[in-house]
């Protein structure tokens, strides 16, 4: 796990980000309610019975599980380095401290894969929940976006959702390394890639309810953008079909930065008012700040409006910006938005960065990476080595019965002669 440990500790010295490098972190956030959401059994299902009793403690060199001490605060197990969890994995250390939403360790299994592991209890059920959504990701192999099931079980009063690990950069770090604002090329490939999620998070009846650059982190091996913080998301309760009044419905718990509209009036968000998000994310990329930005809390509404109506948001950009705002507030907030409009929002964003970012193949670099210098290149060198005295033996008595042939067959041949 020493290779976990460097990932973690230098996120805030990586240099210039290589293609051969990587480097990890989850984090969680934001207090939120769980009542509209249907309840999920983490006792049952593939995952549970596919591993159960799949590996011996043995394999993890620690002592008897009972021996273990750990303490419970604010509801949530402290585990210490070692801790093994129900003969499934052994704790490395703690990563994520937000109790509101459940508690995060990094952990590696009897196979020694990589783990993500998410705790909760009976009070705090954002685990459970974020179960059941990878679930139903799972079901649509959409987790490519997200993150991948590895187990998920019940233990004593707590739930334990086990994630493969993914390394990568936070997207605020890779901003961070860019000087806090990217090439039209970069920016576009990367907000398309947060438009997919959002389209897989509302194709399967979900809202995300909050934006943000640290939620989603840069896989080092597919180059693509993941959503690493699943805490926000919740049922998108408009398209339940029972009486609205009965139901909780969803409001932005993110930050006011990328806020749409529907926040600063107090209504339930929607599926139209997360592409707005989106859009300021996205202008955010290119731009380094919004106009709003350093404003009071009761001046940043207005401030939208106003740079909106006069053109100062998109001052500077290509007119395809504009057109994705055209899109998007086509129709009313509370519109759904249909399969037509994610089409045009993804073939707008694809002209921004192939017709204006000039990247026309996938495997151009973005703004922070670069190819691996000659000397990072890894040398395979080929040795061939006896497994074993046997076979060492073996191979050097058929070396002199072979030489023992050749010079008898030559003694002959001068005997001839």
């Avoid at 187990?151 to 890779?174: D, M, N, T, V």
């Avoid at 998109?314 to 998007?328: A, N, W």
């Avoid at 192939?354 to 395979?380: A, Y």
Wanted: glycine share 6%; net charge negative.
């Amino acid at each position: 796990m020493s290779t976990l440990s460097a990932m973690f500790r230098q996120l805030s010295r990586f240099a210039l980000f290589s293609r051969t490098n990587s480097y990890g972190v989850v984090r969680s956030m934001a207090d939120v309610d769980v009542e509209d959401n249907e309840p999920f059994d983490m006792t049952t299902g593939d995952h549970e019975t596919a591993l159960t009793g799949a590996e011996s403690p043995d394999d993890f060199g620690t002592r008897e599980e009972e021996e273990q001490a750990y303490e419970v605060i604010n509801g949530i197990p402290m585990y210490q380095k070692g801790h093994v969890l129900d003969n499934r994995c052994q704790i490395y250390e703690r990563i994520g401290w937000d109790d509101r939403v459940g508690a995060t360790y990094l952990a590696t299994a009897p196979d020694g894969k990589e783990l993500v592991v998410r705790i909760g209890n009976e009070h705090i059920l954002i685990p459970q929940l974020e179960a059941s959504f990878l679930s139903k990701v799972e079901q649509q192999n959409l987790w490519r976006l997200f993150s991948q099931i590895h187990s998920i079980w019940h233990q004593e009063k707590f739930y334990f959702l086990a994630l493969y690990f993914r390394s990568g950069p936070q997207l605020s770090q890779c901003m961070a390394h860019c000087g806090n604002r990217f090439s039209h090329g970069t920016a576009a490939r990367l907000a398309l890639d947060i438009l997919k999620i959002l389209r897989a998070i509302h194709g399967l009846g979900y809202l995300i309810r909050a934006i943000d650059p640290e939620m989603f982190h840069f896989d080092a091996c597919s180059r693509h953008l993941f959503l690493a913080d699943l805490s926000t998301i919740r049922k998108d309760t408009s398209k339940v079909d029972v009486q609205r009044h009965e139901l909780i419905m969803p409001h932005w718990c993110g930050g006011l930065l990328f806020a749409p509209m529907t926040y600063h009036d107090e209504d339930p968000i929607s599926c139209r008012d997360e592409l707005e998000a989106w859009l300021y994310l996205f202008l955010y990329f290119v731009k380094g700040t919004l106009p709003w930005e350093k404003d009071r809390y009761d001046d940043v509404k207005w401030t939208k409006i106003q740079t909106i109506n006069c053109g100062e948001l998109f001052q500077g950009l290509p007119l395809q910006y504009h057109e994705l705002l055209d899109v998007i507030t086509s129709k009313s907030s509370v519109d759904p938005v249909s399969e037509l409009e994610y089409e045009k929002l993804q073939q707008i964003t694809f002209e921004i960065f192939h017709d204006i970012g000039g990247i026309t193949d996938d495997d151009q670099n973005l703004d922070f990476e670069r190819d691996p210098r000659e000397d990072e290149i890894p040398r395979i060198i080929m040795e061939r080595r006896a497994s074993d005295f046997k076979e060492l033996a073996e191979e050097h008595t058929q070396s002199s019965s072979s030489e023992d042939q050749e010079d008898t067959a030559i003694q002959c041949k001068d005997e001839s002669i």
